[in-house]
C-alpha cells in the first residue's frame, strides 16, 4: 500500500536554487497538507488543497507556491532557497466529506537542507 | 492564543509505568480530535481519534471533556517502545475548510 509518497527523502541545495518537492496518494483524498517541521518544534502548515484546482495558503507560505492539477499530486515549489527553509518537509492527505473524524495521512518526509 | 496548548515535557517514566498527557484547545468550534504519535526524525502517525464518550484501546485510553476543552491521553503499563512524541490534533470546520491544527508535541521517554 503506498499512501502518500514523497520525493526525494533528502536534498541539499545552495541558496538561491529553486526545487520542487514532490507530493502523491493514492487513496483518491480530497484534502491534501504540506506542513514543515523545525528540529524540536511542531508542524507549521505552509499550504493545503480542498480538492484538484483548489489551494489556500496555511500559517508559513511565504518563500512557497503550490498547485494541485490533479487529485494525486499536489507539489511544492521553493524558487528562491534560503538558510531558513532547512527544515523537514511533511506532505499528507486526508479524505473529507465522510464525517469528521478522519486523520490525516503522512508521507515520509523531505529532509532539505539549504546551505 | 494557540489553538492547541500541549505540555511539552519530557515526560520521563519507569517501563511498567501509567502516564497521562494533557491537552487544552481554544476553539469551542472544533469537532474533531485525535492522539499522534511521532518518533524521532519520523512523519507523524495516527495513535488514536478520540470520541465524545472516551474510549480505549488496548493500553491508551483517551478522553474528552468539551466544557473544559481538553482532551487527554492515558497510557497504561508502558514499554520502552512508547518512547516517541505524542502530538494532540483537533479539526475545526469554519471559514478554514478541513483544517487540523497539531500542538507541538509531548515527550516521553520510558526508560528500562
Known amino acids: 500500500n503506498a499512501g502518500v509518497t514523497q520525493t526525494p527523502k533528502f536534498r541539499i541545495l545552495k541558496i538561491g536554487q529553486s526545487m520542487t518537492l514532490q507530493c502523491t496518494q493514492d487513496?483518491?483524498?480530497?484534502?491534501m497538507y504540506w506542513y514543515r517541521q523545525d528540529p524540536g518544534m511542531g508542524l507549521k502548515l505552509i499550504y493545503y488543497?480542498?480538492?484538484?484546482?483548489?489551494?489556500d495558503k496555511g500559517e508559513v507560505p511565504n518563500g512557497y507556491n503550490v498547485s494541485r492539477s490533479t487529485t494525486e499530486d499536489f507539489p511544492l515549489r521553493l524558487e528562491l532557497a534560503a538558510p531558513s527553509q532547512t527544515s523537514v518537509y511533511f506532505c499528507?492527505?486526508?479524505?473529507?466529506?465522510?464525517?469528521?473524524?478522519?486523520?490525516?495521512?503522512f508521507g515520509d518526509g523531505t529532509r532539505l537542507s539549504i546551505l | 492564543r494557540k489553538e492547541v496548548e500541549q505540555d511539552p515535557g519530557p515526560f520521563n517514566v519507569p517501563e511498567g509505568a501509567t502516564v497521562a498527557f494533557n491537552c487544552t484547545y481554544s476553539?469551542?468550534?472544533?469537532?474533531?480530535f485525535f492522539w499522534y504519535r511521532q518518533d524521532c526524525r519520523k512523519e507523524p502517525k495516527l495513535l488514536m481519534s478520540?470520541?465524545?464518550s472516551g474510549n480505549e484501546d488496548g493500553r491508551f485510553t483517551a478522553q474528552l471533556n468539551r466544557a473544559s476543552q481538553y482532551i487527554s491521553l492515558l497510557i497504561r503499563d508502558s514499554k520502552l517502545s512508547d518512547s516517541a512524541t505524542y502530538l494532540c490534533?483537533?479539526?475545526?470546520?469554519?471559514?478554514?475548510?478541513?483544517?487540523?491544527?497539531f500542538g507541538r508535541g509531548t515527550q516521553l521517554t520510558v526508560w528500562p
Open positions: 499528507a492527505s486526508r479524505l473529507d466529506g465522510q464525517g469528521f473524524n478522519q486523520p490525516q495521512h
Open positions: 487513496m483518491n483524498h480530497n484534502y
Open positions: 478520540v470520541y465524545s
Open positions: 490534533v483537533t479539526y475545526q470546520v469554519g471559514s478554514t475548510l478541513g483544517r487540523l491544527y
Open positions: 488543497s480542498v480538492g484538484a484546482g483548489i489551494t
Open positions: 476553539n469551542s468550534a472544533s469537532q474533531s
